[in-house]
């Protein structure tokens, strides 16, 4: 049911564009980390990004859905095994205000999917799962093209830090 409203809330955020909106593209570098269960474990990942901003009659404030890929760049052992990220898929609504001196802040409801492998003396295993994530971070345009931005999300007591950047068209 989730993702049915997810997908209705984003086609809803498209159909509102009053004046003009634009494409960005990004890229950036991810930790998880999770503790949950008594374990820690942290894995790395690089991700990229497609963005629609979509401007509306409120100045400075905008709607972003967003999709990002990742895959993972850095493992982890628990117990004698190697955990690793073999891809990242998340679909979020970024609500963003702009201040005027070119830095941002945005909150932003996600559904992801986090697909993990697990590998011990040749054997190994897979398991993916979606979870549903809320996230905040704050951003800085370099110039009218490039930004760069960090942020932290949360899904089900996994914890998401990541660094990126966006290049809009």
Excluded: C, H
């Amino acid at each position: 049911m989730f993702k049915k409203t997810a997908i209705a809330l984003t086609l809803f955020s498209l159909s509102l564009t009053a004046v003009a909106a634009d494409w960005q593209v990004g890229g950036g570098f991810g930790q998880l980390s999770d503790s949950s269960d008594g374990d820690d474990i942290s894995l790395n990942f690089i991700y990229g990004s497609v963005a629609y901003k979509i401007e509306n009659s409120a100045k400075n404030f905008y709607l972003m859905p967003e999709l990002r890929l990742g895959t993972g760049v850095g493992d982890d052992s628990l117990y004698g095994a190697k955990i690793e990220v073999e891809s990242l898929l998340a679909l979020s609504l970024r609500g963003q205000y702009d201040f005027n001196n070119r830095a941002y802040v945005y909150v932003m409801p996600s559904y992801a999917n986090l697909d993990l492998k697990a590998s011990y003396r040749g054997e190994s295993a897979s398991d993916d799962s979606w979870e549903f994530g809320i996230g905040a971070g704050v951003g800085y345009s370099l110039n009218k093209k490039v930004s760069v931005e960090a942020s932290y999300e949360t899904y089900d007591g996994t914890k998401l830090l990541s660094v990126g950047f966006k290049y809009a068209f």
